[in-house]
């Protein structure tokens, strides 16, 4: 069934974008996971895909404590440091092999569309590579503002990600809708109250105001 959205107030007044990266924009995750999975078996700790999807939208360091939940043995400090140093080396060499081919033309026309209707659009990701990916798929002229891990104190699903994509934009929080594929992203997205469209995971997620069946959905709501 088509999915129709109400044209209220709220919804028409919108005028920002905030994209979160991975899983919405490209797929990093399998890289994300690989890089993981190598550490862990270094370390003898089970790891799985069920596991890794407890980690979207999770910062690096909290990511590791959730694959550290099943370690036989405790680690400092300046171990668990070292551990995500070694599996951001890994994951980084995955994303050198990344082209401007990993972003769909679905997603580049999309987002030229809401520039063009007028929208600003924003980034709001946990990654600490964010503006190397965007460089590596050539998107990093698109966007009007990046926030990103490297300019947040509290990870997903603390809202400031998504809070100082709006500063940086100089958008009204409640003007600005969150694209996310994260239950923990859609939570940040909610307690910094704005409206979030969920594609991926976050579609079937009952918080999510605008389920989105594809990317270009997004232009539904972006009247
Ligand atoms: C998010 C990913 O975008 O970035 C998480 O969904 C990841 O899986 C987080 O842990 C932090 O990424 P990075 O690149 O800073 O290690
Ligand atoms: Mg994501």
Same mark, same amino acid.
């Given at each position: 069934?088509?999915e129709?959205?109400?044209e209220?107030?709220?919804?028409?007044?919108?005028?920002?974008?905030?994209?979160?990266?991975?899983?919405?924009?490209?797929?990093?995750?399998?890289?994300?996971?690989?890089?993981?999975?190598?550490?862990?078996?270094?370390?003898?700790?089970?790891?799985?895909?069920?596991?890794n999807?407890?980690?979207?939208?999770?910062?690096?360091?909290?990511?590791?404590?959730?694959?550290?939940e099943?370690?036989?043995?405790?680690?400092?400090?300046?171990?668990?440091?070292?551990?995500?140093?070694?599996?951001?080396?890994?994951?980084?060499n995955?994303?050198?092999?990344?082209?401007?081919?990993?972003?769909?033309?679905?997603?580049?026309?999309t987002?030229?569309?809401l520039?063009?209707?007028?929208?600003?659009?924003?980034?709001?990701?946990?990654s600490?590579?964010?503006? /190397?990916?965007?460089?590596?798929? =050539?998107?990093?002229? %698109?966007?009007?503002?990046?926030?990103? $891990?490297?300019?947040?104190? &509290? #990870?997903?699903?603390?809202?400031?990600?998504?809070?100082?994509?709006?500063d /940086?934009?100089?958008?009204?929080? =409640?003007?600005?809708? %969150?694209?996310?594929?994260?239950?923990? $992203?859609?939570?940040?997205? &909610? #307690?910094?109250?704005?409206?979030?469209?969920?594609i991926?995971?976050?579609?079937?997620?009952?918080?999510?105001?605008?389920?989105?069946?594809?990317?270009?959905?997004?232009?539904?709501?972006?009247?």
């Amino acid at each position: 069934m088509e999915e129709v959205y109400v044209e209220d107030r709220k919804t028409i007044r919108k005028k920002a974008f905030i994209f979160d990266l991975d899983g919405v924009l490209v797929f990093t995750d399998k890289y994300h996971y690989l890089a993981w999975k190598e550490l862990a078996d270094r370390l003898g700790i089970y790891f799985d895909e069920t596991i890794n999807h407890r980690l979207r939208g999770v910062s690096r360091m909290d990511s590791l404590e959730i694959i550290l939940e099943r370690a036989a043995e405790s680690y400092t400090d300046a171990q668990k440091e070292a551990f995500a140093a070694e599996k951001n080396e890994t994951y980084k060499n995955l994303l050198e092999k990344m082209t401007p081919a990993d972003v769909t033309r679905e997603v580049r026309d999309t987002l030229a569309q809401l520039k063009s209707r007028g929208h600003k659009v924003a980034i709001g990701s946990s990654s600490k590579n964010t503006k /190397f990916i965007l460089k590596q798929v =050539d998107l990093l002229d %698109v966007f009007d503002a990046v926030s990103d $891990g490297t300019n947040i104190t &509290k #990870s997903k699903p603390d809202p400031e990600v998504f809070l100082k994509a709006a500063d /940086f934009l100089g958008e009204e929080y =409640d003007n600005c809708i %969150v694209v996310e594929d994260a239950y923990a $992203g859609v939570d940040a997205a &909610k #307690s910094g109250n704005m409206l979030c469209a969920g594609i991926g995971d976050a579609r079937g997620y009952e918080k999510t105001d605008y389920p989105l069946d594809t990317f270009s959905d997004i232009l539904k709501i972006a009247k």
